[in-house]
């Protein structure tokens, strides 16, 4: 039996299972299938599958969705078959192809949920990917939330409507492609995985082994960096949630006492007080900034946190200076402003 967590599964659920046709989603399904058959202990739960075509590998993606399809019938699993225009979608938005076939997954995904089609939407992460993921977002210089990674169940926020679940994020790669042979089951082979151009496969086929001869146990090393780099995040926005309403002023003073505040929320402002942010420990300051921030609709680079820091007169920057009426231009079109008292954030979306 393959290893699977059933933490976030629950007795009853419309579980729905994506898959590809790959290793690890054909293995999840019928770990899945299996677990739900057993006599006793049994999931207790309604499966059925997803699978979307991204039009983007021609006959081998038309030959992945007929694998699929097959593999269902057998297993006498319902499927969801959702096409999406990738080629399209890349042309209008200018992502690459693998930020649109994740963003088109995951609307179809997202779909299924908002419209009551599912309770959970199941995916086949594994803990290779786990390890992939945080070293990715570590090469990119990822904050803590950054390094979190892949989460085990995650609550879509719009619409807040079911889940999406990941019980495979504990197995290895090797562990699926061993219970597969032992059940002599095939599974469909991506041939853009094998594609170095892409980042994940790069990491995946050259720097991963690398790595590997200095810490042979490297995957479960970064997947515990994400485990712990969750655990902190969601302590650290507690103890946000509690503070910023007391650090956080809207909108900016004017004469005589009060505070000017616009009701366009295209022009949203918001202000904290420079000595209670001094008061601050510097962990604290820099997600103050950046709760701030986001409560605008931006998000902060290290880089610019570190220059409203010194903005405030909190640290030094060699182009930022401190003094009353500085402004700094950030990008999401956020405005920082300092006066005496203050540090003024707004965002102008005209």
């Not at 009853?12 to 299938?33: F, P, T």
């Not at 096409?83 to 963003?103: C, K, L, V």
């Not at 042979?216 to 485990?227: F, K, S, T, V």
């Not at 999401?332 to 300092?338: F, I, P, T």
């Amino acid at each position: 039996m393959l290893p699977f967590s059933r933490e976030y599964l629950r007795p009853g659920d419309r579980l729905c299972a994506a898959v590809s046709g790959g290793a690890d989603s054909v293995a999840l399904l019928l770990a899945l299938h299996a677990a739900n058959r057993q006599p006793k202990e049994s999931l207790g739960v309604v499966l059925s599958a997803v699978h979307v075509h991204h039009n983007l590998r021609g006959a081998e993606a038309d030959a992945d969705a007929a694998f699929v399809a097959d593999l269902c019938t057998r297993l006498e699993v319902s499927l969801h078959r959702i096409d999406a225009d990738a080629p399209a979608h890349i042309e209008a938005t200018g992502e690459s192809m693998e930020e649109a076939a994740r963003n088109l997954r995951y609307a179809a995904f997202h779909s299924l949920l908002a419209t009551n089609q599912a309770d959970a939407i199941l995916t086949a992460h594994t803990l290779d990917d786990q390890a992939e993921t945080v070293l990715m977002k570590l090469l990119r210089g990822a904050w803590t939330d950054g390094l979190s990674a892949i989460h085990p169940v995650l609550i879509p926020e719009k619409p807040k409507t079911g889940r999406i679940i990941r019980p495979l994020l504990a197995t290895r790669r090797s562990q699926i492609e061993t219970y597969l042979r032992d059940l002599n089951q095939p599974w469909r082979e991506d041939s853009s995985n094998a594609d170095t151009h892409h980042t994940r496969n790069r990491v995946r086929h050259e720097l991963m082994p690398l790595l590997r001869t200095f810490n042979p146990n490297l995957d479960q090393a970064l997947a515990n960096i994400a485990e712990l780099a969750r655990d902190e995040e969601s302590r650290w926005q507690s103890e946000i949630a509690r503070l910023l309403p007391q650090l956080l002023l809207p909108g900016k003073p004017v004469r005589g006492g009060g505070r000017s505040v616009s009701t366009n929320p295209a022009n949203s402002a918001l202000s904290i007080e420079i000595e209670r942010l001094r008061s601050l420990d510097p962990a604290l300051r820099r997600r103050v900034l950046r709760a701030a921030a986001r409560q605008l609709g931006a998000r902060l680079s290290f880089e610019e946190t570190a220059r409203l820091l010194a903005l405030c007169g909190l640290q030094r920057h060699p182009t930022v200076t401190s003094r009353n009426g500085a402004i700094l231009q950030l990008s999401n079109h956020l405005r920082a402003e300092r006066s005496i008292r203050e540090l003024r954030l707004s965002r102008d979306l005209h």
